[in-house]
């Protein structure tokens, strides 16, 4: 009898080595990650942290900055808040130069009388 005949697909002494083999394999896996697991948390906590790094900063939270932006564009005439100040629902933060407006307005005006 040859040796691929003993063991055949269903014979059940070639399933049981099988399945013990990947039980160990299995068992030797999971005992991996607990002790690479259980050495991290024991060095994490018999670590020293001797040095620290002694930082000043200030925190602004993104949210209270707001971008204004004018539709039109224009040239800032008069800038009535300053960078980083506290400011108050309706209050004016700058003036535009209105001499742009003003000509353009005039131009329109003369137009629409030339048409009528």
């Known amino acids: 009898m040859s040796a691929q005949g003993k063991y055949h697909k269903s014979s059940p002494i070639l399933t049981d080595k099988l399945i013990s083999n990947e039980k160990r394999a299995v068992y030797l896996g999971w005992s991996l990650v607990t002790i690479g697991f259980g ?28 971008t204004i932006q004018h539709q039109y564009g224009g040239i800032i005439e008069q800038l009535s808040v300053n960078n980083g100040e506290k400011v108050q629902a309706g209050q004016i933060l700058l003036t535009l130069n209105t001499v742009e407006v003003h000509a353009e307005y005039n131009i329109k005006l003369k137009q629409y009388h030339a048409n009528c």
């Open 39 to 66: 050495g991290f948390l024991l060095w994490s906590a018999l670590a020293p942290l001797d040095k620290v790094v002694p930082v000043s900063g200030n925190v602004i939270v993104a949210g209270n900055h707001k």
